[in-house]
């Protein structure tokens, strides 16, 4: 199995903020990395797929980047509807993978 | 665009099977990849398995192969999750997704979630 591994695993962070939340992978994925943001009792979205292409509806605060082995996500300004947990997922391998996940925190 | 509808949560003894549903409106799921997921309390996402889009292929996460079945059917528009041999470790919270069976799929939109409680 491909591993993925986040980081940090929580973050405190203020209105306005600019934060940035880094996924590894153990073996090289090329672009086939999305992420993903869950608020509280909520099911996950979609943010950006293949990397860096954000899918639709996603606010353009959100940025990814990233290829091979390392990757990041990006949140520009942060509002207060960004609050929650994001995660990262591979679709290199069928297999599919994801993070363990990064609680985003006021 | 496709709105996916789960069952309803359940309470299930151990050594148990337990049959998620997830229901498409608004697309069809043929076209796509249909695929479940699960997140204990607390804790990360957990991929167990995909149907291929036209399902015409299944595939499962190591852990849960020999233990779970994913259908889909065309005719009702559906996709389904059976899980057998519950333990309590299997408790949490079931989504199933479009997407998934080929390289490069992302999951999008997700349904609502299935909670299910497995205790004696």
Known sequence: DIQ???SPSS???SIGDRVTIT????????????W????????PKLLIYGSSHLFGGVPSRFTGSGSGTEFTLTINSL??????SYFCQQSYSTLYTFGQGTKLEI | QVVLTQSGAVLMKPGSSVKVSCKASGDSLSGFGVSWLRQAPGRGLEWIGSVTPKFTRTEYGPR???RVAITADGSTNAA?????????????????ARGGGIG?????PWGQGTLVTVSS
């Open chain 1, 4 to 6: 993925m591994t986040q």
């Open chain 1, 11 to 13: 973050l405190s962070a």
């Open chain 1, 23 to 34: 996924c590894r992978a153990s073996q090289n994925i090329d672009q086939f990395l999305n």
């Open chain 1, 36 to 43: 993903y943001q869950q608020t509280p009792g909520k099911a």
């Open chain 1, 79 to 84: 509002q207060p509807e960004d609050f929650g």
């Open chain 2, 64 to 66: 849960f192969k020999g």
């Open chain 2, 80 to 96: 389904y999750m059976e899980i057998g041999s519950l333990r309590s470790e299997d408790s949490a919270m079931y989504y199933c």
């Open chain 2, 104 to 108: 490069g799929d992302w999951f999008e």
